[in-house]
């Protein structure tokens, strides 16, 4: 197996530069770049945050048979609460924070909302499968409904809020993944 060329492969499919990954590695580029062409070889703890950089592993980094994950059962579901904001979150792609996009599924309670997420990159989509909620972009609210979405580039402080009697769901898509 030619480590190099796989990393070199794997940094290309994630759109990164190589200062970009020598970055969020905290390496030089230089080094990079050798150990991309073989001409060095990166100690095991290096490699290891190379590879959690690149959104994997090394098991699955030197395996040769990796299957994708294509369906997701219930019990995979991550669920975190926040009672303070009377929310839900259900990741429901377990570490879908290594993809390009991050799907929840989302709860608001009445009188619940998110935390306020300050701009970034990227994009936002959601579609209210109940209830209705209020999209706060700014100093702007829109309001949702069932069977509505909502889509934005999350350049203002933004944050999602229930006003209504019953219970919300939302199933919400965040790229580059935030939440």
Same mark, same amino acid.
């Given at each position: ?15 990164? +530069?190589?200062?970009?990954?020598? !970055?969020?590695? /905290? ?7 050798? %150990?991309?062409?073989?001409? @060095?070889?990166?100690?095991?703890? +290096? ?8 959104? +994997? *592993?090394?098991?699955?980094?030197? !395996?040769? @048979? ?10 995979? &579901?991550? %669920? ?10 259900? $990741?429901? %792609? ?7 996009? /991050? ?10 909302? @998110? ?18 909620? *209020? ?5 702007? &609210? ?5 069977? /509505? ?5 999350? &350049? ?15 199933? $919400? %898509? ?6």
């Amino acid at each position: 197996m030619n480590i190099g060329e796989k990393i070199k492969r794997l940094r290309i499919k994630k759109q990164l +530069t190589q200062e970009e990954l020598a !970055n969020r590695c /905290e390496l030089s580029k230089g080094f990079i770049s050798q %150990v991309e062409r073989d001409l @060095t070889s990166p100690s095991i703890a +290096t490699l290891l945050d190379i590879l959690e950089s690149l959104g +994997t *592993n090394i098991k699955d980094f030197f !395996n040769e @048979t990796i299957d994708e994950k294509i369906i997701f059962k219930n019990e995979e &579901v991550f %669920v975190q609460e926040n009672i303070d904001f009377k929310y839900q979150i259900h $990741w429901i %792609v377990p570490n879908s924070q290594k993809n390009r996009m /991050e799907p929840i599924l989302l709860s608001l309670d009445p009188g619940g909302a @998110t935390e306020i997420d300050d701009p970034h990159e990227g994009e936002e989509f959601g579609f209210i499968l109940s209830g209705s909620i *209020n999209i706060h972009l700014g100093n702007q &609210v829109f309001k949702g409904r069932k069977n /509505e979405s909502f889509y934005f580039k999350p &350049v203002v402080s933004h944050y999602l809020s229930n006003t209504g009697s019953s219970k919300a769901k939302i199933l $919400w %898509v965040s790229t580059p993944p935030s939440f």
